[in-house]
């Protein structure tokens, strides 16, 4: 069974940094390292649902050029992710 910190560890192997991760699931990118060496358990509320969703997801990093999370090409995959998820909670 995959860990939080496998979820981050097997991000980074895709090639999203620490900033990056904490954008796309709005946490800091001390709170990803503090969750990738278990320092911090697992993240909360949202952020754990996005984390989850971006790890399953095949989001590539976003390009250097792009500022803003609203640009990260998983950023729909993670959102759709939730709505998956909630729509499987409600059934």
Known sequence: ??????????????????????????????????????????PQGMSAVALHNLALSDAMPPSANDDHCDHIAGADAVAVGAQSNESQISD
């Open 1 to 42: 069974m995959e860990n939080w910190s496998d979820k981050i560890r097997s991000l980074e192997s895709r090639g999203w940094s620490l900033v990056q991760i904490g954008h796309a699931i709005d946490l800091s990118s001390s709170a990803v390292s503090d969750i990738k060496h278990r320092r911090t358990k697992e």
